[in-house]
């Protein structure tokens, strides 16, 4: 069950992560050797936003 939760949390983010940079490629001039680094960049940050946070004292 947990690499079921896991397996759907990665496919998620991988969604996220082509609806993001797809939404900015369409808007943006994007050179083609940038794209790569966008998608590693953009994935990054939502793993890092979507990951649980904790609490610090």
């Known amino acids: 069950m947990r690499n079921e939760a896991r397996g759907q949390a990665s496919a998620e983010l991988l969604g996220l992560t082509a609806y993001v940079v ?3 490629v369409r808007n943006n001039a994007t050179p ?3 794209i790569p680094d966008l998608i590693a960049r953009v994935n990054s940050s939502a ?3 979507s990951a649980p ?3 610090r004292n």
């Open 47 to 49: 793993a890092v936003s």
């Open 53 to 55: 946070h904790q609490r």
């Open 32 to 34: 083609v050797a940038g």
């Open 22 to 24: 797809a939404a900015y």
